[in-house]
């Protein structure tokens, strides 16, 4: 019952930006840590961020840190990607998943979201 659904990818230009979200169905997003995850072909999938559940803490792969801001708003059950200076590199699908506390594999996921990033 419980469930994510991600949205905001698409295609952009190198250096462009956009702002995925994550949306909580049928619990309160408010309890959970959530993180976002990528996966690009051939490739692990990759932690890029997580927040904690009061959105007091929060950690970044080096990969997108200074780019990349996670942010939450409770009120509305959603948490928020916000991706700058977009790269070529960035191009993956984008998951957020759930849990008790950030950590490396998150218990509840969405369905992701296509990022590509391209000229």
């Known amino acids: 019952q419980l469930q994510l659904v991600e949205s905001g990818g698409g295609l952009v230009r190198p250096g462009g930006s956009l702002r995925l979200s994550c949306a909580a169905s049928?619990?309160?997003?408010?309890?959970?840590?959530i993180g976002w995850f990528r996966q690009a072909p051939g490739k692990e999938r990759e932690r890029v961020s997580c927040?904690?559940?009061?959105?007091?803490?929060?950690n970044y792969a080096d990969s997108v840190k200074g780019r990349f801001t996670i942010s939450r708003d409770n009120a509305k059950n959603t948490v928020y990607l916000q991706m700058n200076s977009l790269k070529p590199e960035d191009t993956a699908v984008y998951y957020c998943?759930?849990?008790?506390?950030?950590?490396?594999?998150?218990?509840?996921w969405g369905q992701g979201t296509q990022v590509t990033v391209s000229s």
């Open positions: 998943a759930a849990d008790e506390f950030c950590r490396s594999y998150l218990r509840y």
């Open positions: 927040i904690s559940s009061s959105g007091g803490s929060t």
């Open positions: 049928g619990f309160t997003l408010g309890y959970y840590a």
